[in-house]
Every structure is written in C-alpha cells, then in structure tokens.
C-alpha cells in the first residue's frame, strides 16, 4: 500500500526534553512538508523539502528541526526551545508537479 | 505571498440540502486551489483542485468547486449534503516560496455541520 506514515499516533513529552516525530513515505514524492495544527489557526508550515539533504524554513520554524537524509522519510525534532509544543503535527508529500499533497494520519504531541 | 481565506468558522445545513463553504484567494499570477477535508484526528484527505481550465471543478464524494476569477474565489459546494459530510474543510493554494521552491498555504478551515 502506497502512503505516508507517521509515527507515534500519540506522544507525551516531558518539559525540557527532544522529541522526534518520524515520517515515512513511499511514495516516490520528490516534496516533503510538516505542517502544525492548533485549534482555530489552520495549519501553519514548520519545515519543508523539495529535494535530498534540502529544506526551507516555513512560517514558524524556531523550536524544531529536520532531516533529509533519504528521500522516503524526514523527521522532524521537537526542541526543548520550542515553548507551546503541545498540538497535533501533520506530515504530507507531494510531487514537484502541479499536484495535490497527501497528507499522513498525523502525530498528537502532549507536554506532560 | 499567497494567501486563502475561509471567513467562516462553521456552517451548518439540514441534510438534503444544498452546501457551500466559501474560500477566498490572494495571489500574484495563477493561482493553484485545493480544498480538503478532515475527519477527527485524521490527516487531511484531498478532494479536488483547480489548476487550469474549467471553472467548475468535480472532486470526490460528490463535491464541486467553483473557481471565479473576478471574485478571487473558489467556493467548495455539494448538491445534497449528507451526515457524514460533517467535517473541517480546509482550502489551500500553492505557494512559491524561495530558491524556486514550493508550498501550500492553507485557511483556518470552516467546520461543516449537517443536520439530521
């Protein structure tokens, strides 16, 4: 089954603390992006890749940092700078074409 | 920089009847539109986008879209609204961002409510 998956579906985080999100696609999307959701504000852009070892600060990038090591996957790191982390995170892809992105099942971060 | 905006925060409909959930746009150029709908602590499925061609765009489960070029909007519409069509819709247009790069600037969303 062609996808993209995200792991864990839930995360606790203690205050202080790294946390890595994992996103893992397969299918062959050149575009990688991870999107943040709170209530009210839509989706707001972290990070995202158009290609290998490539990546672009989005709107509110301070506090989290990626990896593109591999074109199937980017990660994305929760730091410990990152002051109100508690939010349901989105991961998509997308060819470089005029195309949809598609979206994984998402990751609920919750700071304990 | 591109921008869309849903001004409604909800939007309710008796089942049966016809929906609209409204989604304004700003850009320079030709815009590319999408709309896309979340079920509770799901990701974001898509379902329809307009690039070029037709002003009225066909998507999945029954939804269309009017693309209208003078009015800089891209109205997410269905015929006959179902219960289950209950959701949050979001409607996006991509953005080119530095060095030639893309991305999708999405709305605060509008949550559907059909009732039974």
């Known amino acids: 089954d062609g996808g993209i998956t995200q792991s864990p579906k839930y995360l606790f985080r203690k205050e202080g603390q790294n946390v890595t999100l994992s996103c893992e696609q397969n299918l062959n999307h050149d575009a990688m992006y991870w999107y943040r959701q709170d209530p009210g504000q839509g989706l707001r852009l972290i990070y995202y890749s158009q290609i290998v070892n490539d990546f672009q600060k989005g709107d509110i990038a301070e506090g989290y940092s990626v990896s593109r090591e591999k074109k199937e996957s980017f990660p994305l790191t929760v730091t410990s700078a990152q002051k109100n982390p508690t939010a349901f995170y989105l991961c998509?892809?997308?060819?470089?074409?005029?195309?949809?992105?598609?979206f994984g099942q998402g990751t609920r971060l919750t700071v304990v | 920089a591109q921008s869309v905006a849903q001004p409604e925060d909800q939007v309710n409909v008796a089942e049966g009847n016809p929906l609209t959930v409204k989604c304004t746009y700003s850009v320079s150029g030709n815009p590319y539109l999408f709309w896309y709908v979340q079920y509770p602590n799901r990701g974001l499925q898509f379902l329809l986008k307009y690039i070029t061609g037709d002003n009225l765009v066909k998507g999945s489960y029954g939804f269309e879209a009017e693309f209208n070029k003078s009015q800089t909007s891209f109205h997410l519409k269905k015929p006959s609204a179902l219960v289950s069509d209950s959701a949050l819709y979001f409607c996006?247009?991509?953005?080119?961002?530095?060095?030639?790069?893309?991305?999708?600037?999405f709305g605060t969303g509008t949550r559907l409510k059909v009732l039974a």
């Open positions: 998509a892809s997308s060819i470089l074409a005029n195309t949809e992105a598609f």
């Open positions: 996006a247009v991509r953005d080119k961002g530095t060095s030639g790069t893309y991305k999708y600037i």
